[in-house]
């Protein structure tokens, strides 16, 4: 069986035009407030990546860099300042937040700012199919497959992972009357006894449990369709930084067995931070319009 590489790039590439062309369309710069609090390097890696891209597609950030001694209710109110302010069309909080700093300070994004449905209050819209936006990488997962005409409706889908940013979301996004959803769906977890017996069920996997090839060729039926969303840092002394990455699949067991098969890097990733950009620029249009 041949199988189809999924990349990511070709579907970013559009959807990257569309923010260009609708961010000049609007009389303001629509623009990302991005919270960091503390010094967390993959945070501080991955706030400069969005802001190179927003750069490129007429999306103004403004990085707020916050030391954890100001304390929780501190950092609380610089969220909930930002989300007061008129300028701003849409905050993040890095994440993970330094030990002190509770979770609940998303808890001041309003949900039309809300652009990576981080709060409770989002999350429950999302829940209800009321949403202002969809937790970006659980976004990413379904426009990966439509990009590639790859049909939901009536598909078993199995996920590995029930986080509140892809796992539990994406369930709800595919459980929804619509082309993009009306899938079966199953999701499985570290208390699910016998992995493999749900996994080669599975018309498409997405793997997301953050386990570097946790999913092996023997878990999937052949021509599955198989999307890994799991980014691992990995030691490899033959890299030039002396690590690579990799996702949660065994990628080379999967050739001649699955279908279709997402890369890892090069995959969903690559998607998650346009439409993060096409969300805040979404929440500008809805601010011009008041």
Same mark, same amino acid.
């Given at each position: 069986m041949d199988t189809v590489l999924l990349k990511g790039k070709p579907i970013a590439v559009g959807i990257r035009e569309d923010?260009?062309?609708r961010a000049a369309a609007l009389p303001f710069d629509p623009t990302l407030a991005i919270v960091m609090v503390g010094d967390d390097p993959a945070s501080a890696y991955y706030s400069?990546?969005?802001?190179? /891209?927003?750069? =490129? $597609?007429? $999306?103004?950030?403004? *990085? $707020?860099?916050?030391?954890?001694?100001?304390?929780?209710?501190?950092?609380a109110r610089a969220i909930r300042e930002l989300s007061q302010d008129t300028l701003v069309h849409g905050i993040i909080v890095q994440q993970p937040l330094p030990v002190g700093i509770p979770p609940a300070v998303v808890e001041q994004i309003v949900p039309g700012k809300d652009v990576d449905c981080a709060s409770t209050y989002s999350l429950g819209l999302l829940m209800t199919g009321r949403e202002v936006f969809a937790p970006c990488t659980a976004l990413a997962v379904l426009e990966m497959l439509h990009g590639h005409d790859i049909? *939901? &409706?009536? =598909?078993?889908?199995?996920?590995?992972?029930?986080?509140?940013?892809?796992? =539990? &979301?994406? /369930?709800? *996004?595919?459980?929804? =009357?619509?082309?993009r959803g009306?899938?079966?769906?199953?999701?499985?977890?570290?208390?699910?006894?016998?992995?493999?017996?749900?996994?080669?069920?599975?018309?498409?996997l997405v793997a997301a449990m953050g386990r570097p090839g946790a999913i092996r060729g023997d878990m999937i039926s052949e021509g599955a369709v198989v999307v890994d969303v799991g980014v691992n840092q990995i030691d490899d002394p033959s890299s030039k930084k002396g690590y690579r990455l990799v996702g949660d699949v065994a990628f080379d067991e999967m050739t001649?067995?699955?279908? /279709?098969?997402? &890369?890892? &890097?090069?995959? $969903?990733?690559?998607l998650t931070t346009a439409l993060l950009l096409r969300s805040v620029v979404v929440a500008a249009e809805d601010a011009s319009t008041l």
């Open positions: 923010v260009a062309h400069a990546s969005i802001e190179r /891209a927003a750069a =490129k $597609v007429g $999306v103004v950030t403004r *990085l $707020v860099e916050l030391d954890p001694s100001i304390g929780s209710e501190t950092v049909a *939901l &409706p009536g =598909k078993h889908v199995v996920i590995v992972g029930r986080s509140t940013v892809v796992g =539990k &979301p994406l /369930a709800n *996004l595919l459980l929804r =009357k619509s082309e009306n899938a079966t769906v199953t999701v499985c977890h570290t208390g699910t006894s016998d992995l493999t017996l749900h996994t080669r069920q599975a018309d498409i001649g067995l699955a279908s /279709a098969v997402t &890369p890892v &890097p090069g995959g $969903v990733g690559t």
